[in-house]
């Protein structure tokens, strides 16, 4: 479970488990992810998140070593707060890595809110976000810091969006030290 | 033997043609399909719609129709229209597709449309109120996809853009003291079209290289896709990468240097068509 500020989501993976046949892909392990908002039905809005956390989680994860496996991952909204498809990615992120899958790099969301003076600002509260001229939110791998997946809202310029990219590359270094140190402290008790 | 390796090995089949620089089709890396738009009632075929558009990319089919009807605005934006997209990927256009409910490609689609009207303000949801807190516009625009061969959203979004510019919406008043409203059929005024979004899609092969305009077998084979969506001003108005290989900022700039360029050859499609289709 992940929660920056308020937003809070409860992430769980189950896999690499026996899949059905009509899902099993030949060579790799084949992903889903749920994702499961605070009131109401998953909707659109859900489905397409859903596909940008699949595809996220695709390219990280090693899927050629479980062939004909399922991977599932089920993420359930418990306050959101802003800044949630972000909280969603680091849940990911940390739900894989305390599964013990092969990954070959580790990700994070970092939300971005372009202000209508400007100015950028990261991880953004419901109250900024809908101030906000434009959100962008970008999934950074730990390898070179490059950009896994970018989904934006609202319209900026070019110039203005590679700042918000290089102030989130600056941001990923300190949720990867929060990775590190979660980690830690999880298994040091043991 | 060509034949053999294209549907034994396609990766190594397609790299061979990439290190040349080019695509099994015969074009450029950077290059798009031919695209042809037909609009409106005499050469799309669609006369019960307000408007609609049909998008040749390649072999990639699709259609646009906006359907105008009249509601009353939300409690909370009383001086709101709606805009509803609804892309179908039906089980015709290509056999990955059953039928039944829509699957999350044809969701995660939709989103997209919505998102890209809502991020240009192509349509300001004010110009369709017609009366605040009685009566505003709902335009439905359904995309329909007739034929599935990559790119659909590069497709979609210029469908919907080229039927909005032929949509005529008549005139609405509202009678003071009946309350009723009167819909004069004969006075038609075009919607007010602010920006013009154009989307450019690549795909990413092998981590490194960027196609633009993909085949559904070089999405298949590809590592990731990315779509820019810009406006004429130049301003982004939609990055959508859904994960996928990792790219650099640099990488991302180039797709955006393109997506600009790409932008002005669509504008200067649609104004050509639209010039042609207008009544003197």
């Known amino acids: 479970s992940v929660s920056p500020g308020d937003t809070s989501v409860l992430a769980g993976l189950y896999g690499p488990a026996e899949a059905k046949v009509s899902k099993e892909l030949p060579d790799r392990a084949a992903l889903e992810v749920l994702l499961r908002p605070k009131v109401g039905l998953p909707g659109v809005l859900e489905r397409s998140r859903e596909q940008l956390l699949r595809q996220t989680c695709e390219a990280v994860v090693l899927g050629v070593l479980h062939p004909r496996t399922a991977i599932s991952l089920v993420l359930q909204v418990l306050s959101d707060a802003g800044s949630l498809l972000s909280c969603c990615l680091n849940a990911a992120c940390m739900a894989l890595l305390d599964a013990g899958l092969p990954l070959t790099a580790l990700f994070c969301g970092v939300t971005c809110a372009l202000q209508p003076d400007g100015t950028i600002l990261l991880d953004p509260t419901a109250r900024q976000e809908q101030d906000a001229r434009a959100i962008l939110t970008f999934a950074i791998a730990s390898s070179e810091r490059k950009v896994l997946m970018a989904t934006t809202k609202g319209s900026c310029s070019v110039e203005e969006m590679q700042q918000c990219l290089a102030a989130a590359q600056r941001a990923a270094n300190i949720i990867f030290q929060f990775y590190r140190d979660s980690v830690r402290r999880r298994y040091s008790k043991s | ?280």
Request: net charge negative; hydrophobic share 40%.
């Open chain 2, 1 to 280: 033997l060509s034949i053999c390796s294209r549907t034994v090995e396609p990766l190594e089949y397609y790299r061979r043609f990439l290190k040349e620089n080019c695509r099994p089709d015969g074009r450029e890396l950077g290059e798009f399909r031919t695209t042809t738009v037909n609009i409106g009632k005499c050469l799309c075929s669609i006369t019960t719609a307000d408007g609609s558009a049909l998008v040749k990319l390649g072999n990639t089919t699709v259609i646009c129709g906006v359907k105008a009807e009249l509601a009353a605005p939300a409690v909370d934006s009383a001086n709101k229209g709606y805009i509803v997209p609804n892309v179908e990927l039906p089980s015709l256009c290509a056999e990955r597709f059953r039928s039944g409910p829509p699957g999350e490609e044809a969701q995660a689609a939709s989103q997209f449309i919505a998102d890209v009207i809502e991020n240009s303000q192509m349509i300001v949801k004010e110009d369709l109120c017609i009366a605040s807190g009685k009566l505003a516009w709902v335009l439905y625009c359904d995309i329909i996809c007739l034929d599935y061969d990559g790119n659909l959203l590069d497709a979609s979004v210029f469908a919907l853009l080229a039927a909005l510019k032929n949509v005529q919406l008549p005139l609405v008043t509202i009678n003071e003291e009946s309350g009723l409203s009167e819909v004069n059929l004969k006075q038609k005024n075009p919607l007010i079209i602010r920006k013009h979004p154009v989307a450019t899609s690549f795909a990413i092969f092998d981590d490194t290289l960027l196609i633009v305009d993909p085949t559904a077998e070089e999405e298949d084979l590809a590592t990731g896709t990315v779509t820019i969506v810009t406006d004429e001003e130049g301003r982004l108005c939609s990055v959508h990468k859904p994960g996928g290989s990792p790219l650099t900022g640099a990488k991302l700039q180039d797709c955006i240097t393109r997506a600009i360029t790409r932008h002005k050859e669509v504008k200067k499609l649609i104004d050509k068509v639209i010039k042609s289709i207008t009544p003197k």
